[in-house]
């Protein structure tokens, strides 16, 4: 008994200089998700909230920041008369970038106004909902909606805690929210570092489950032929009702769309990100309804013919480091601009 008693202060004594150590160091803070309360039917975080984020055992990279009032990151208050709206999931929200080296710290660099609303996992269903909400108070002249593979490949699936999907109830197409409600649990975790430490910086979670990396199924034929026949009600849906608010309001929508890095690092050899003809749909309905389009594939492609200069912090993290960020803003004004000048002759 005496010497169980003696592992187990010892264990303690441990885990209390663990502590001691890891509050001095830059381990990521954790942080907390507003919990689905009516009138507010997005994902986002509490306001006003400071947060640390790093990567990785060795706390790489390691960025500081604070949420703004409506509980995204990296954006400044979201307020009237927006020149631009970024909406997207982790790639917008970007803890790993600084403001200033993200799609909307460029873009509100070099015309004013540009906000952005984004979490991590959210969905094009998100996308038609933080529209639909924040263009009331914005009145945001463009709308910046970044999509990436999973976007389309998980179109007719269910989204995370918080987070919006389309619904197909016979020939009807609708959003529906997941409810979220932090479990105690995180409420415990993000009290201390040490917790914090083996929970965000070694991802138990994962570990517990086998690995670290999410690997896609490769559908068979037929589930092949209803993830199309979802994907293009849901397209068809999502592109229908921003049309309606782009002639409500006056707001053109640019869809971001992100390039397979994998297949030009590896010279095609990689598997591809995108199912079957996801990508050629999206665009083919995008440009159906006039809507502005940034492919980054061959923005991509040619910078790393050109420059053999990585667009991503991989193999550590696949999201986008500042030379993508950087891509797309410069080609996002550009069709920016183009659509300004469109829209005198349109009179929509």
Excluded at 29 to 46: L, N
Excluded at 198 to 224: C, I, M, N, R
Excluded at 254 to 264: E, H, Q, S, Y
Aim: aromatic residues 10%.
């Amino acid at each position: 008994m005496r010497y169980l008693i003696s592992v187990a202060a010892g264990l303690l004594l441990a885990c209390a200089s663990l502590e001691v150590v890891f509050r001095l160091l830059p381990v990521s803070s954790g942080i907390r998700m507003t919990d689905t309360v009516p009138g507010m039917p997005y994902a986002s975080y509490r306001p006003q909230q400071p947060y640390i984020y790093s990567y990785g055992w060795a706390l790489n990279n390691m960025q500081r920041g604070v949420t703004n009032r409506q509980g995204f990151t990296n954006s400044k208050d979201l307020q009237d008369g927006a020149n631009a709206l970024v909406l997207g999931d982790s790639f917008i929200e970007s803890f790993m970038n600084r403001y200033e080296d993200t799609v909307q710290g460029r873009l509100d660099a070099a015309v004013g106004e540009v906000y952005a609303a984004a979490a991590s996992g959210n969905t094009l269903a998100d996308a038609l909902v933080l529209s639909r909400h924040f263009l009331p108070l914005t009145h945001a002249k463009h709308i910046i909606v970044f999509v990436e593979p999973g976007d389309l490949r998980a179109i007719e699936q269910p989204a995370g805690r918080g987070h919006n999907h389309f619904t197909f109830d016979g020939a009807t197409v609708g959003l529906h929210q997941v409810p979220y409600v932090e479990p105690a649990a995180r409420r415990l975790v993000v009290k201390s570092a040490l917790a914090r430490y083996v929970y965000y910086q070694l991802k138990l979670p994962e570990l517990t489950k086998g690995g670290t990396t999410k690997a896609w199924d490769k559908p068979d034929s037929a589930a092949l032929a209803r993830h199309r026949e979802y994907r293009d009600r849901a397209l068809a849906f999502l592109m229908t009702e921003l049309d309606k608010l782009r002639r409500e309001y006056g707001t053109e929508f640019v869809f971001l769309v992100d390039g397979d890095r994998n297949a030009i690092y590896s010279h095609g050899k990689a598997e591809p990100n995108w199912l079957g003809d996801d990508r050629e749909q999206l665009f083919a309905e995008v440009r159906k309804h006039g809507f502005g389009l940034v492919d980054m594939q061959p923005l991509f492609a040619e910078h790393w013919q050109r420059y053999h200069e990585r667009m991503d912090f991989l193999p550590m993290d696949g999201h986008w480091n500042p030379v993508a960020h950087k891509l797309a803003a410069d080609k996002v004004l550009e069709v920016m601009e183009e659509e300004r000048g469109k829209k005198p002759a349109e009179a929509r």
